[in-house]
């Protein structure tokens, strides 16, 4: 297959239903992956409350983030003392609440310091 999106090569490989484990603020946060995306830029349409892709009408510099991954994801609330708490937690269904959804760069998931958790 040819074109696509390619993944840094130091970066995690998500997929959606995935649980990363990364570091936080002195311990280890949780973020559930709802989907892994590429963004596009879009343009409001003059008059009416739609948008278009800019894509094709593109006359200018492109995004700085075009070709990235990203991940769609919510961050648990809970903080762990270990990436292995944190993994016990997400087997045991103990994770708690979530905030709302944020889109996080595949890049700022390094392999070198972020953990992948697939149950199951």
Do not use: K
């Not at 840094?8 to 311990?27: E, K, L, N, S, T």
């Not at 409001?44 to 070709?67: N, T």
């Amino acid at each position: 297959m040819t074109g696509g999106h390619a993944l840094p090569p130091d970066a995690i490989d998500p997929r959606a239903g995935d649980y990363v484990v990364r570091p936080a603020d002195g311990g280890f946060e949780v973020l559930h992956v709802d989907d892994v995306v590429a963004l596009t830029r879009l343009v409001a349409l003059e008059g009416e409350r739609r948008f278009l892709d800019e894509g094709p009408l593109r006359d200018s510099q492109p995004p700085a983030y075009e070709g990235e991954v990203f991940v769609l994801a919510r961050a648990y609330d809970a903080r762990f003392a270990s990436a292995d708490a944190a993994i016990a937690a997400i087997d045991a269904g103990s994770l708690g609440g979530a905030r709302e959804r944020m889109c996080v760069p595949v890049r700022d998931l390094p392999e070198s310091s972020v953990r992948v958790h697939r149950p199951g």
